[in-house]
């Protein structure tokens, strides 16, 4: 039996993923901001009768409140076998995090950032560590521009590029862990699920909802991968690599660029050292 955590567990493609590896029999750790959510998710796959289902409260909407949550697990749990960096929003207007930062860079990455550096210590007891993010083929037009960072730099605010870029990053976050883990028992690779029928496009216009519900798979076609990612023996070895559901895995000349990957790690820890 493998514990996992996932963040984002409570809805869409989390949801399903956590479903498919209870089913299985595995220990689930369930990282989620919405609890009334949450305990319904919980239940639902309580009531799969296998397995192990247990909630932790996470809102990556603050630093201080990734910090309290992650020292809840490093206080309860002895080792944690995958981490599934999952949750994630499109804003689609301009918002700030508690901490300032731009919601999608704040949110989709830089909660991210902080959550799986202090859980660094629990993957590598495992035998096998596995660390998996939730990147997308919307990074292709994502850009690192650090004085975007912030939410009030933002004046010329675009929806799709502000979330590719923080999509961008969870790519270049996963290739430089890669890097810093080779040789340990812990291996960190990304993927893009598809176009998948979830919570995601929410809160996107109606025309522009209906334009994206037009090439939408179930939650089901990522969660298998995602299953294949955190326990199957041929992704036992693979570090640093770039998955796809739905289109070719190619991923975009920035995201493999490996000074852009260390630039923006050093930057990103100086964002959020106080808190580690
Ligand atoms: N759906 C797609 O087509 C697609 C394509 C490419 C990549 N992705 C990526 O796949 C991942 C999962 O997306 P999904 O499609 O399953 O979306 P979803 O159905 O909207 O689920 C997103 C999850 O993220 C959680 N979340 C949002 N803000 C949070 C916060 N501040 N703190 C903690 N959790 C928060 C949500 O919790 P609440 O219920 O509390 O809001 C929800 O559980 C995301 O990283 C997304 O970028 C999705």
Same mark, same amino acid.
């Given at each position: 039996m493998k514990t996992i955590l996932i963040t984002g567990?409570?809805?869409?493609i989390g949801l399903k993923t956590a479903e498919q590896l209870v089913s299985e029999g595995h220990h689930l750790i369930l990282a989620c901001r919405n609890l009334v959510k949450a305990q319904q998710a919980k239940q639902q796959l309580q009531q799969l009768g296998k397995g192990q289902v247990d909630l932790i409260e996470l809102d990556l909407n603050s630093l201080e409140k990734v910090q309290q949550s992650a020292n809840g697990i490093l206080s309860k749990?002895?080792?944690?076998?995958v981490l599934i960096n999952n949750a994630g929003l499109i804003s689609d207007q301009l918002d700030s995090t508690e901490?300032?930062?731009e919601k999608h860079f704040g949110v989709n990455y830089l909660g991210h950032y902080l959550w799986t550096l202090k859980l660094l210590p629990l993957l590598k007891k495992s035998t096998q560590g596995r660390i998996i993010h939730l990147s997308?083929?919307?990074?292709?037009?994502g850009s690192i521009q650090?004085?975007?960072?912030?939410? #009030? +730099?933002?004046?010329?605010?675009r929806t799709f590029s502000s979330y590719g870029s923080s999509k961008l990053q969870n790519l270049l976050f996963s290739n430089q862990l890669a890097k810093q883990l080779k040789g340990t028992s812990v291996t960190s690779n990304a993927l893009h699920?598809?176009?998948?029928?979830?919570?995601?496009?929410?809160?996107?216009p109606k025309f522009q909802y209906k334009l994206v519900s037009l090439a939408l798979i179930p939650p089901s076609k990522p969660a298998d991968l995602i299953k294949k990612m955190a326990l199957d023996a041929s992704w036992a070895? #693979? +570090?640093?690599k770039y998955a796809s559901v739905q289109t070719p895995a190619i991923s975009s000349a920035k995201s493999r660029n490996a000074r852009l990957a260390q630039e923006l790690y050093d930057r990103s820890y100086e964002l959020v050292k106080q808190y580690l």
């Open positions: 567990a409570n809805a869409g749990y002895p080792h944690i076998d901490d300032g930062f997308s083929i919307a990074h292709w037009v650090p004085e975007k960072f912030l939410a #009030k +730099n933002n004046p010329h605010y699920p598809g176009v998948v029928d979830s919570e995601l496009y929410r809160q996107l070895k #693979k +570090n640093g």
